[in-house]
């Protein structure tokens, strides 16, 4: 489990001088002269969280759907924060929108904090994981600490309680889905084959 970002993205200089050039309010944050620059962001912070969500620790998809860049101080409350490299994290899509722009400061701040302390949540930069949550069976998150009960709150963590169930439905499932691929692979056209190959990488994955 990655249990927090040792090194935020470092943006390029032409980086910095997009967003210079074209940001001044939150909003813009959804332009697209940014695009790029979120792949890139999205690509460092995968590897930094071992491609995991910030808050319930859930492997992230690779469909642009299945991956938010998370503000922690939300960018509507303080916008000169949107592109703070040590305010962006990832988190699967239900976490972010959860957590949604829940006030995670306990005081009101003008520089961006240089540590967790000021944070009533987990901080994917500053906290070590660990400390504040167990996860039991992959599914029941625990708090070992108010900041990890504030962030099991703030994202609804208990929204997951349900999932053993479902990995247990579909470990019972997956052995006859995949037999079934593996047997139509052996007779699929060339396209055919690659779709195939495609499904039963995501089946396994």
């Given at each position: 489990m990655s249990n927090r970002i040792s090194i935020p993205y470092n943006f390029t200089v032409g980086e910095s001088t997009i967003i210079a050039n074209n940001f001044s309010t939150h909003s813009d944050w959804s332009k697209t002269v940014f695009n790029s620059i979120k792949e890139n962001i999205v690509a460092h912070l995968r590897t930094q969280q071992n491609n995991t969500c910030c808050y319930c620790k859930y492997q992230l998809g690779f469909d642009i759907k299945q991956v938010d860049i998370e503000h922690i101080?939300?960018?509507?409350?303080?916008?000169?924060?949107?592109?703070?490299?040590?305010n962006l994290a990832l988190s699967c899509p239900a976490c972010n929108t959860k957590k949604s722009t829940k006030p995670v400061l306990n005081n009101p701040i003008v520089n961006y904090p240089t540590n967790g302390t000021n944070f009533k949540i987990i901080h994917a930069h500053y906290d070590d994981y660990?400390?504040?949550?167990?996860?039991?069976?992959?599914?029941?998150?625990?708090?070992?600490?108010?900041?990890?009960?504030?962030?099991?709150?703030?994202?609804?963590?208990?929204?997951?309680?349900?999932?053993?169930?479902?990995?247990?439905?579909?470990?019972?499932?997956?052995?006859?889905?995949?037999?079934?691929?593996?047997?139509?692979?052996?007779?699929?056209?060339?396209?055919?084959?690659?779709?195939?190959?495609?499904?039963?990488?995501?089946?396994?994955?």
């Open positions: 101080i939300p960018k509507s409350e303080y916008e000169k924060f949107t592109f703070e490299n040590r660990s400390n504040h949550i167990d996860i039991i069976n992959n599914c029941v998150f625990v708090a070992k600490s108010k900041k990890g009960s504030e962030t099991i709150t703030f994202c609804e963590l208990f929204r997951l309680s349900t999932v053993e169930q479902k990995s247990k439905a579909h470990q019972t499932l997956s052995p006859n889905l995949l037999h079934q691929l593996v047997g139509e692979l052996k007779t699929a056209d060339p396209q055919d084959k690659k779709e195939l190959i495609d499904i039963i990488k995501d089946a396994i994955r």
